[in-house]
């Protein structure tokens, strides 16, 4: 059996964002998808005048573009549906945050 | 390493059309989806579910997974204990990406253990196959960790299995072992990046990169709500009614003084700032009073409640009841 010992880890954060293609590539796509991906507003840039190349992503936006790809490929959807499932999906998520705070257990 | 049964799974037939494997998952995946499902198992069940169709939508994967089960059904036992036979996929193709079956890397994220030994590696080998460069594809994985853990920073071992090409040529089964450094402060959903830890890179090209998602596991006293962090606080009737200063626990280990304000209702939510999991900005701590009755269980227990009674005669805690 291999053993493999990693020491050097990266966490994803404001210090070590992933750059647009480096998105694209985790997602299997290309650069050109994640720009559809700020254009619909899945993931989200400070300035759109930048060119993509100078995008910085970070945890959550991994995670929003992963959801999306599976989103595409499960159900058929398209980036504009996508946003739209995703945006109710975490209001369900925080809504369901916001009871269990006040002790109350969402029911199930 | 049970073996899976993906028609089941999926509820059906073997010579089941591609359309109705679509409707069996699409129907499976809005009654276990984790967000809505109201059944009790839905992340795991969420989870085969994704897996079984991820290869019985695919043609090539599929009928490599039939040849496979018909083999195990031959061999014997495919409800046990099952090790994938090296060069069981012999002669299929795999082949990823859009447009026709938009299988990325992003596929990998919840796969179980006997779904990547199967094809995760297959597909590698089906690129090796292919001349052309390009850097390896990124791998996922979800790992789970404790709150202590992720707060104080911790080394996991990780298992890849996958089918591998020998010395030979042949190909055979390999697992290897990862230790990664989880470094303290990571918080769910954050995710580990193991540089040049995911599929090998054709002509040349480096190898991709290994993301782990992090998880954290359900704790016995904390709850986690992205990087706050809850905790039941249990007070005595006397500290909630005429205020206290108090010591409690905090995640990071020792406890700090608080002080409950007097006339503390039941549910009362304090925060500590900046107790939670780290980031900018950082995460707090909340507190959820909750009163505890000091038991009657004793002489003096019951005269001390008696004269609480007396002295509070004209309190009615069931006034809002109309009674």
Not at chain 2, 109 to 126: D, H, I, K, P, V
Not at chain 2, 216 to 231: C, T
Request: hydrophobic share 35%; with cysteine; glycine share 10%.
């Amino acid at each position: 059996m291999a053993h493999v010992s990693v020491t050097t880890t990266t966490t994803l954060s404001a210090t070590h964002p992933l750059a647009a293609r480096e998105l694209a590539h985790a997602c299997g796509a290309g650069i050109e998808w994640v720009v559809q991906l700020v254009e619909v507003g899945i993931v989200s840039v400070p300035s759109r005048a930048l060119p993509p190349d100078d995008w910085h992503f970070q945890s959550a936006d991994l995670q929003q573009a992963l959801a999306a790809r599976r989103l595409e490929r499960d159900f058929g959807v398209d980036l504009d549906a996508a946003a739209l499932i995703l945006d109710l999906q975490h209001e369900l998520r925080r809504a369901k945050a916001l009871l269990r705070s006040h002790g109350i257990e969402p029911g199930r | 390493m049970d073996f899976k049964d993906y028609y089941k799974v999926l509820g059906v037939e073997r010579g089941a059309s591609d359309d109705e494997v679509r409707k069996a998952y699409r129907r499976l995946a809005r009654k276990y989806h984790p967000d809505v499902s109201k059944e009790a198992d839905a992340e795991h069940r969420m989870r085969d579910i994704n897996e079984a169709k991820d290869v019985l939508a695919d043609k090539e994967r599929r009928a490599a997974y039939d040849t496979l089960a018909d083999r195990v059904a031959r061999g014997g036992s495919p409800g046990g204990d099952f090790q994938p036979p090296p060069g069981w996929d012999e002669g299929f193709e795999f082949h990823r990406g859009p447009p026709t079956g938009a299988h990325g890397p992003a596929d990998q994220a919840e796969f179980s253990e006997f779904f990547s030994s199967l094809f995760g590696a297959s597909e590698r080998r089906s690129a090796a196959r292919q001349n052309y460069r390009a850097r390896g594809e990124d791998h996922h994985a979800a790992i789970e960790i404790t709150l202590e853990e992720a707060l104080q920073g911790a080394e996991r071992e990780i298992s890849l299995r996958g089918i591998e090409t020998g010395p030979d040529g042949q190909p055979e089964l390999k697992t290897r072992t990862l230790s990664v450094k989880i470094p303290a402060g990571v918080h769910p959903g954050q995710y580990i990046r193991l540089a040049k830890q995911g599929m090998p890179g054709h002509g040349g090209e480096p190898a991709g990169d290994l993301y782990l998602e992090v998880r954290i596991a359900p704790h016995a006293r904390y709850r986690i709500e992205g990087r706050d962090l809850y905790m039941t606080l249990p007070v005595t009737p006397s500290e909630a009614a005429l205020g206290a200063s108090i010591e409690v626990p905090v995640p990071t280990g020792g406890t700090v003084e608080l002080g409950v304000p007097a006339k503390a209702r039941n549910g009362l939510k304090l925060r500590l700032k900046g107790r939670g999991f780290a980031g900018t900005p950082p995460g707090d701590l909340y507190l959820l009073l909750e009163i505890a009755l000091p038991p009657a269980d004793s002489d003096a227990a019951r005269q001390a409640y008696e004269q609480l009674a007396a002295a509070s005669s004209g309190f009615n805690p069931r006034r809002h009841l109309g009674v």
